[in-house]
């Protein structure tokens, strides 16, 4: 197997990843937009939850039917497909004058969304070399979070202004429009049009991607791989893809329900709770923690095909319990308020490191890792599909939880969750890095 490759792979995940940045800025941009809608629409507050919560139910849908597009169209052109439906959406959405306009345009986007989060790490984990796919995938969830904090940055911006929300959605037509026009002159997925029977052409793209015309081995690999499975909807309730299966959806629960949204979607209203009790100051907290968020799926990237996901994953939910156990505690004694808020903030700056570092970025990629060929883009469905509804379920449940068991009791719910999913990890999270997806299908399935 070679592990060479050129410039064109890293261009390949540079432009896929703005399907990345498109669902980090799509799903961080509605928490400061909801502040001008809320006056411009006079928002009830069922209808402020339906505005939140639009993107997350198209998203759902979006994951729902991106497997099998992907695996119909291809990955390349799916890609192409979610960058129109971004550009129609966000022209949708900045121009409604409407609620019902307005919920239309975030579902749409949410569609967008679910297909991209799914069909762009796919893209990028079947053309890369084994040796480094996790640091190209991982480039995709470095995307989300430069999304997340352009987001967060955008509306520190326009927390000083009356507002105006229709360029913040429109914005998004930029990426998007790059994405679109960059992925049509980008190669197919070798793996994809080898399962098409489209070999000569696999073969040519994968000796441009990897700079050598040495790509027998790997060429023969996937052939192998191909003609050992089937590709119908029965296959991935299979005996030997059900474990694996559950493994994704696994770990796509347990980065939701460990409570990431609470801080990046609520993360202005619980500094506000803790120390700043200006609004300003409140969103500029929050833009360190986007830049937070970033710096450390850098840190990631740097390490992840080195250290591996198992071990990431495990350092990673770890420092999240110590966080929330901090964060917890620091709720909990309102008798020393200004020491609590200080405490508080660097107790939530930790907890988002280790969320990047991590949970952030591995089980986005472990799932384009963990199936045959013929059923990735399926299983990958199944997966996210549960991550978008669990995204929703905590997000709309949040405010709720907090009222009844408290701030502090929320998150010493979290820390208990996230004991039991270390121990999840370590007892059945396997270890992907180095190897080819091929061998990792051989090894994973017999
Ligand atoms: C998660 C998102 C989350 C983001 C934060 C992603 O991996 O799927 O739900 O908002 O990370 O960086």
Redesign the pocket.
Known sequence: MTTHHTRTVYIATIFSALGGLLF?YD?GVISSALLYLKTDFHLSSGSEELVVSAVLIGAIIGALIGGALADKLGRRRTIIACAALFILAAIETAFAYSITQLIIGRIITGIAVGVA?LASPLYISEIAPPNIRGKLVGFN?LA??SG?LFAFIVSYGFSFTVGNWRWMFLFATVPAFVLGVGMYFLPPSPRWLMRQGKNKDAKKILESLRGTNDVDQELNDIRHAITQQSSGIKAIFKPNIRPLLFIGIALSII??ITG??TI?YYAPTIFQMAVFHVKSQAIMATVFVGIT?VAF?ILSLLIIDRLGRRKLLLISVGGMIIALILLATAFLLPALKADIGIIAVLALLLYVAF??IGL??V??LLITELYPLEIRGKCMSVASLF?WLF?LIIGSTLLTIVHSISLSGTFWLYAGISVFSWFYILKYVPETKGKSLEALQKELTA
């Open positions: 980090g799903t989060s969830q989300v979070t997340i980065q939701q990431i949204n990046i968020n799926t969320f990047a952030g970025p089980f986005w991550n995204n």
